[in-house]
């Protein structure tokens, strides 16, 4: 699977499997096959702390297939019964309460994951060449991430999740042309109810097993091409490289053990933190909320929806704001990939960030008032980051000097 790279020379040759294993091995090279990708597959010297969330997302997907399992064996997904069954599964099923929190506090925290792993990946060039495909297959994950998401958000059927799908099917429904039609298929008819709950049902579940497809394509390309590194310059020498194990095999079980840690003080000590108190009562169709808004995950691209006088251009300026990342590797033409040499562009990417977040609090307020102006201000930035300030400043810029290699840069020769 992977090339060959003189980086690569120094890994021992396995040991001779014998018994069970050496017959196996024998018609069907799997053992050697995960030794050569996961135990003596070498990885750069120098990942930082940003590289254990490709690890913690992996171990997150799969707490939430296997906790989505059995919450699916106990849902009802109908107008009357969405509801109650889900209160069903808190209040009777046996250890219920904690499938249904592990779920829902895996699903805030792989959102926040995600992001930091999108973030190491604009700061430290990720995208560039010969990792577009990483990159690309990357973003198709965060697109089916949040479509995930957003159709498991719906499944509780409360007062936010109605008024949610309510907020994003009439702004489907905005698109000239085609958007009444779209509108209908998505709500399954003239009011939202058993179909649009059956579908998003369907949906959620199919979508999370293609996401595990997806992540096996996305790790693929990682074992093909190699690993992205801080310093942004490819492994020359085996000085460079460390074997996978034990080295990043510790070094990722490290990071699992303080992210639990995370995951259980949320789960068990703040859990409000990360639900909104209306979505425990029921919708009701008659009785709209003080406060719509969507989960914290969405709300930088709710601040851009209302901050664009239209509810089309504002759903398309949401869109855009994803599909935008799908060009970045062609935008930013540098030859430097990280941004630790690229001291314009890393303010840049840091206002970037500033941006994104201030999208978030305008969208937490509803983009009214200050925070209309606010939103205008960041959505700007947001688009000129990657539209003006890259292209133009990734030819100009002076870029500090590389150092010739991984090792010699931790003071290695």
Known sequence: ????????????????????????????PVISAFRAEYIDFRLPRNLNGLWNFGAILTVVLLLMLAT???????????????????????????????????????????????????????YYGSYKAPRELLWLSG?????????TAFAGYMLPWGQMSYWGADVITKAVGAIPGIGPSLEHIMAGGDHLGDVFLHRFF????????????VVGLHVTIVHVNGSNNPLGIEPRTPKDTVPFYPYYISKDLVGLIVFAMVFAAL?????NVLIEADNYTPADPMHTPAD?????????????????????????????????LFALPWLDRSPVRSMRFRPLCRIGLFGLVAAFILLA??????????????????????????????????RKEKTRPLPSSIAAAQGEH
């Open 139 to 147: 973003l198709v994950l965060l697109v089916m991430v949040m479509a």
């Open 292 to 324: 719509i808004e969507p989960e914290w995950y969405f709300l930088p691209f709710y601040g851009l929806l209302q901050s664009v006088p239209s509810k089309f251009g504002g759903l398309l300026a949401s869109a855009a704001s994803l599909l935008i």
């Open 361 to 394: 609090a305008a969208g937490k307020h509803h983009a009214q008032g200050g925070w209309l102006i606010v939103a205008r201000l960041a959505g700007i930035y947001y688009f000129g980051y990657f539209l003006v300030l890259l292209p133009l400043v990734s």
């Open 202 to 213: 369907v949906l959620h579940f199919l979508l999370a097993f293609l996401v595990v497809g």
């Open 68 to 122: 989505g399992i059995f919450l699916a064996m106990n849902y009802t997904p109908t107008n009357a019964g969405a509801f109650l069954s889900v209160e069903a599964i808190d209040r009777q099923l046996a250890g219920g309460w904690l499938l249904r929190a592990m779920h829902m506090t895996g699903a805030n925290l792989f959102l926040a994951a995600l992001y930091v792993h999108l973030f190491r990946g604009l």
């Open 267 to 271: 789960m068990f000590f703040w859990p």
């Open 1 to 28: 699977m992977t090339q060959p790279d003189p980086a690569n020379k120094a890994t021992p040759a396995a040991p001779a499997m014998t018994g069970l294993a050496g017959w196996i091995e024998a018609r069907l």
